[in-house]
C-alpha cells in the first residue's frame, strides 16, 4: 500500500488525535515507533495496524485544517488542468490538478501543509492554488490513469501486426506546431521499443538531427530531423525531460517518462554541447522483474542473496546496455528493506522502489558523487547501491564502507570475463577486488553467471 498521508501534515496534528480521543498517547507511542522500523509515516502505521481506517483520518484531517476532503475514485480531473503541473511535479509531490475557475486552480493533495509543494506548483502554473485533501493512493492511481500533458509522452502502442514502423511517417505529416514535435518524439520512441533499442542518440549534422539507433555496440542511423525543426524538436525533447530549453552551453541530465502499452517506461536524457550544437543521448530503462524470473536456477539466486546479508561488496558485470542496472533493481526488490536501511546513489533513480532510499545527484546544485559519499555513512546505510563508481578515490571508499560492516552494490563495465580478469589485475584494483564478496556477469539475458567469494578469488587469481 502506497503512503496514504505525508509526514509534514501528521506531524503538526498527530497530537490532536490523542486530545480528540481518536487514538491513546500509547497507541501513538506505538504508531511512531512502526513508523520508524517500517520507514512509514504514523498515518500508514496506524492504517496498517487497523487501529484507524483511511476515510477516518483523512476526515478527521479536514475537520481541523478545515479542508474539503475528496474521494478521488468517485472523480473525473478535467484534462485541461493538467498544463499547470507537470507530471515529474504530480509524482514529486503527489498532487493532481482537478480543475481551473477563473484564477484559483483546485489541486488534490495528501498533503496539504506541504507549503513548498505548494509554492512550487503557484510559481509553475502562475496562479492561485485551493487545496483539497485525498489519499497518496489515489492520487498516484489518477497520475497514472489521466495525465497527459506537455511533459510526458502519450502511451504508445506497440502492437503493430506488420512488423515493421518508421517514424518518418510521421515526420512528413502535414501537421504543425508543438504537437506535431511531440508526436514526432513518440514515433521515435515506438520504434526503438519496437526494435528492442535502448539507446538512442540525437547527432547534429549539416542538414539537421540525426537519429541515431544504438544495439549490441552498432549505431544504425534511422533518418534526419530536418535544420527547420531542429531547434523546436531539442526544445521539447528537454522540456518533456525536465530540462531547460534556455541552457545549451553546458550539460544537463534530466528523465524522460512515457507509457508503452500501459506500461511507464523511464529515460536518462543527457545533453552536451558539442562545436556543432547539443548532442541528445537517451537511454531507455525497463521495468525491473522479480530476481527468479531472471535468474531462474535456485542454487545460483540463493548466492546472490545471501552475499547481500554480509559485509562484502557485489559486482555485477557486462558489456554497456547489457542490464545491469536491471539486475540491481531486481535485487534491491529483494532484499528485507523494511528492516534494513537501502540506500541508492544515481545519476537518475529510474524506477522508484519500495522502502529503498534512492537519492539523485544533481551536478546544478553541487551535489555530486564525491560529496555524497562524504555524507552517505552518516545515513548509516546497511546495504548501499552505488551507480558507476570509477575513480581511485571512490574505490578508497568502497573500502572503508567495507571495514565499517556495510554491504555495497556497485556494477563495472566488462566486454567478457578475460577482459573483467585483465582490468581487475592493475595494481589500483587489488585491494578492491579482495573484497569482493560476489561477481554477476551478465553475458547475455539467458546467461548470467554468479559467483561466489570462494569460486572468484580462484577465478581472478
Known amino acids: 500500500m502506497e503512503t496514504a498521508i505525508n509526514n509534514k501534515t501528521l506531524e503538526k496534528l498527530k497530537y490532536e488525535l490523542v486530545r480528540d480521543g481518536v487514538v491513546s498517547y500509547e497507541t501513538l507511542e506505538k ?33 481541523k485544517l478545515h479542508i474539503p476532503y475528496v474521494n478521488l475514485d468517485d472523480y473525473s480531473p478535467d ?33 496539504p501543509l ?9 510559481e509553475t502554473a502562475e496562479c492561485s492554488i485551493e487545496p483539497v485533501i485525498a489519499s497518496e493512493a489515489s492520487i498516484i492511481k489518477k497520475i497514472d490513469e489521466y495525465y497527459k500533458v506537455a511533459d510526458t509522452v502519450d502511451d504508445i502502442i506497440t502492437d503493430d501486426k506488420s512488423g515493421e514502423f518508421d517514424w518518418t511517417e510521421e515526420l512528413h505529416k502535414e501537421d504543425s506546431g ?21 539507446e538512442l542518440n540525437f547527432e547534429q549534422a549539416e542538414d539537421g538531427l540525426r537519429v541515431i539507433f544504438k544495439q549490441n555496440g552498432e549505431a544504425a542511423d534511422k533518418g534526419i530531423i530536418p535544420s527547420v525543426l531542429n531547434s523546436a524538436f531539442v526544445s521539447k525533447l528537454k522540456i ?33 554541447p558539442t562545436i556543432m ?33 554480509k559485509p562484502g561488496i557485489i559486482l555485477v558485470c557486462g558489456s554497456p546496455l547489457s542490464g545491469k542496472t536491471h539486475i540491481i533493481y531486481s535485487l534491491l526488490m529483494e532484499t528485507d528493506n523494511i528492516h534494513k536501511n537501502v540506500m541508492t546513489i544515481e545519476s537518475i533513480a529510474k524506477y522508484e522502489l519500495k522502502y529503498i532510499h534512492q537519492c539523485e545527484l544533481n551536478e546544478n546544485i553541487g ?15 546497511d546495504l548501499i547501491y552505488l551507480e558507476g563508481i570509477k575513480t581511485r578515490e571512490a574505490f578508497e571508499f568502497l573500502s572503508e564502507l567495507y571495514y565499517n560492516d556495510k554491504t555495497i552494490i556497485t556494477e563495472f563495465m566488462a566486454n567478457n570475463m578475460t577482459d573483467l580478469r585483465q582490468k581487475l ?37
Open 31 to 63: 504508531a511512531e515507533e512502526l513508523a520508524d522500523v517500517q520507514n512509514i509515516n504514523i498515518g500508514q502505521a496506524l492504517i496498517n495496524s487497523g487501529i484507524l481506517d483511511e476515510e477516518t483520518l483523512l476526515k478527521f484531517l479536514e475537520s
Open 79 to 111: 484534462p485541461k488542468s493538467f498544463s499547470y503541473i507537470t507530471f515529474s511535479d504530480a509524482r514529486r509531490y503527489r498532487i493532481i490538478p482537478l480543475f481551473k475557475i477563473e484564477d484559483v486552480l483546485t489541486v488534490a493533495m495528501s498533503d
Open 114 to 122: 506541504n507549503l513548498f509543494a505548494i509554492d512550487k506548483v503557484i
Open 178 to 198: 508543438e504537437e506535431h514535435i511531440q508526436k514526432v518524439i513518440r514515433a521515435i520512441l515506438k520504434q526503438a521499443i519496437i526494435e528492442d533499442v535502448h
Open 240 to 272: 518533456l525531460s525536465n530540462l531547460d530549453p534556455s541552457v545549451c552551453e553546458i550539460p544537463q541530465l534530466g528523465k524522460l517518462c512515457f507509457k508503452v502499452d500501459n506500461t511507464m517506461l523511464i529515460a536518462s536524457v543527457s545533453s552536451f
Open 277 to 309: 550544437g547539443e548532442r541528445i543521448s537517451l537511454k531507455i530503462y525497463k521495468p525491473p522483474k522479480k530476481l527468479d524470473k531472471i535468474l531462474t536456477d535456485e542454487k545460483t539466486r540463493n548466492t546472490l542473496l545471501r552475499a547481500t546479508e
Open 367 to 381: 551535489f555530486n558523487i564525491d560529496k555524497a559519499l562524504r555524507f552517505v555513512e552518516f545515513q548509516n546505510p
Open 425 to 461: 589485475s592493475f595494481e589500483d584494483f587489488q585491494s578492491f577486488k579482495s573484497l569482493i564478496t560476489c561477481l554477476v556477469f551478465i553475458h547475455s539475458r539467458e546467461s548470467i553467471e554468479v559467483f561466489d567469494k570462494e569460486t572468484l578469488q580462484k577465478y581472478l587469481a
